[in-house]
């Protein structure tokens, strides 16, 4: 059982940075490839981008393209999200997702970000 924990979150500035890591923990992420996906009130949960287990490859939305940026550090069992050039709208709750199966699909519990002046 895979147990993934989201942090970083908190209250930023328009056009300001912030750094999410999801880190797990009692078995290893490096075999799975990670997505993050984020929710604000009233909309459904969409996926913003995800990494490769080799780390080799990584996607965006377009609506984070060349704003966020994926990495991993599998030594640390944890994925990071870098969010440069934050909106308003990427007000949410930010989740990470490992999944190599239906059986195997393993949510962190969310961590919130909020941008605002």
């Known amino acids: 059982q895979l147990q993934l924990v989201e942090s970083g979150g908190g209250l930023v500035q328009p056009g300001g940075s912030l750094k999410l890591s999801c880190t797990a923990s009692s078995a290893t992420l490096s075999a799975y490839p990670i997505a993050w996906f984020r929710q604000s009130p009233g909309q459904e949960r969409e996926g913003i981008g995800c990494?490769?287990?080799?780390?080799?490859?990584?996607y965006y939305q377009n609506s984070v393209k060349g704003r966020f940026t994926i990495s991993r550090d599998n030594a640390k069992n944890t994925v990071y999200l870098q969010m440069n050039s934050l909106k308003p709208e990427d007000t949410a709750v930010y989740y990470c997702?490992?999944?190599?199966?239906?059986?195997?699909?393993?949510w962190g519990q969310g961590t919130q970000v909020t941008v605002s002046s």
């Open positions: 990494i490769s287990s080799n780390d080799r490859f990584t």
């Open positions: 997702n490992a999944r190599l199966s239906r059986a195997y699909d393993y």
